[in-house]
């Protein structure tokens, strides 16, 4: 196998999700699996996590179409936008829809008539995303519509917090003053200055839908769920029948400074090893660009791993690896394949092992080393590097 590979750690994950489910209960559990299982590999934690999972969350019907080709068996939620087109998938599949139009609701409906199969369907509300979803205040004709959807089981009705994860954001509505754009850095730090729109509003916002059903007299459906990692921590009024962490459940917090009510620990080590040793002299700049050189001799290694399997190359000159349980700076342009590595006058060998995140790196470090989440961090570790899974300590 390739030296550059993904340890995953399932035991922890089980761990994390048991975690939660503690906290949340008796609230159920939605594990959120896309994006190949936030960069974890969705083949290995899929099987391991499903019979522990009350659902299993995606964003596009295609990763529902791979889970259910594994044999997964777990109800599958697709909670992103979908095509009318894509519906004749969600009855072979058996995927969730969430219906986030009146349009994809009553296309649902016809088809569910026509192929005379019940499709498990969850009413998207749009509390304050403004991504897909029916607005609260346009809520009531989606809501009597889907009454009247016989041929679907209107199973859910949920929602999506813009800024749980900012604390700041928690109690009030609209602590910033709107301005026109945002710098990089706000962006990437999530605490843009137009995000205006709080987890309690949305709340508020989502109860109101739920009071149209007392008004119509009718049942609300049975899974009502809202709560996002960032939710999951912090608000837990908004937890309802079921929860949706994804980052959380991967270890992972959704901000700094966001209490950790429950305890998770990351999953992931990415290792590496030495694949070249050298003693590098001060004149010649190491990699493209030669945006770095040494001041006096140096042993500069180099690492088989590169921005093509997901080490970003904005981390140049600033991202750390840790060999023979000591840290040491990266040096010189991250290339697609490989990067440097000073380890000053240590004795490090070809074949030593190297790890890049892990071992006291986290994904918050990558983060900030790159300027963007831990997110992006996870998801984007590319599909050629290797995913092994471990479990009790032994490889599966
Ligand atoms: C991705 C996603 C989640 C999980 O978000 P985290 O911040 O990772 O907890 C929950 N709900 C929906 C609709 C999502 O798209």
Avoid at 156 to 168: L, P, R
Avoid at 322 to 340: A, E, H, L, T, W
Avoid at 381 to 389: L, T
Wanted: net charge negative; charged share 20%.
């Amino acid at each position: 196998m390739r030296p550059t590979y993904l340890e995953v750690n399932l035991t922890q994950l089980k761990q994390n999700l048991e975690n939660i489910r503690a906290k949340v209960a008796p609230a159920k559990v939605l594990v959120v699996l896309k994006a190949n299982a936030y960069g974890h590999g969705v083949d290995g934690v899929a099987p391991f996590i499903a019979p522990f999972a009350d659902y299993i969350g995606v964003a596009i019907v295609e990763e529902g179409i791979h889970l259910r080709n594994m044999g997964i068996a777990t109800p599958i939620l697709v909670m992103g936008g979908t095509l009318l087109e894509q519906l004749p998938d969600f009855f072979e599949y058996d995927l969730t829809l969430a219906a986030s139009s009146l349009d994809l609701l009553t296309a649902a409906e016809q088809l569910a008539a026509s192929t005379r199969k019940r499709l498990k369907t969850h009413l998207k509300i749009d509390t304050g995303m403004e991504r897909i979803g029916v607005r609260e205040y346009e809520a009531t004709t989606l809501i009597q519509k889907s009454l009247a959807c016989s041929h679907l089981e209107i199973e859910g009705i949920f929602t999506h917090f813009a800024n749980s994860e900012i604390m700041s954001l928690r109690g009030g509505h609209l602590l910033f003053p709107p301005k026109q754009s945002p710098t990089n850095l706000e962006v990437a730090s999530g605490l843009s200055p137009l995000a205006t729109t709080s987890s309690t509003l949305q709340l508020e916002r989502f109860q109101e839908v739920l009071s149209i059903y007392e008004k119509l007299n009718a049942p609300h459906p049975p899974i009502r769920h809202t709560a996002n990692s960032g939710a999951t921590l912090s608000l837990p009024e908004s937890y309802y029948d079921m929860v949706r962490p994804g980052v959380l459940f991967y270890g992972v917090y959704p901000s700094r400074d966001i209490e950790r009510t429950i305890d998770v620990k990351p999953a992931l080590t990415w290792k590496s090893k030495v694949v070249y040793s050298k003693i590098t002299q001060p004149g010649r700049g190491v990699s493209y660009g030669s945006l770095w050189q040494a001041e006096a001799p140096t042993r500069i290694v180099t690492i088989p791993c590169g921005y093509a399997d997901g080490y970003f190359r904005r981390m140049t000159n600033q991202a750390r690896v840790v060999i023979n349980g000591k840290s040491y700076p990266q040096v010189g342009r991250i290339c697609m394949d490989q990067f440097m590595v000073d380890v000053g006058e240590d004795d490090v060998k070809v074949g030593d092992e190297v790890t890049l995140l892990g071992n006291g790196i986290t994904a918050e470090d990558f983060a900030d080393w790159v300027g963007t989440n831990e997110y992006e961090v996870m998801t984007n570790i590319s599909a050629r590097v290797p995913r092994v899974f471990v479990e009790r300590g032994a490889v599966q």
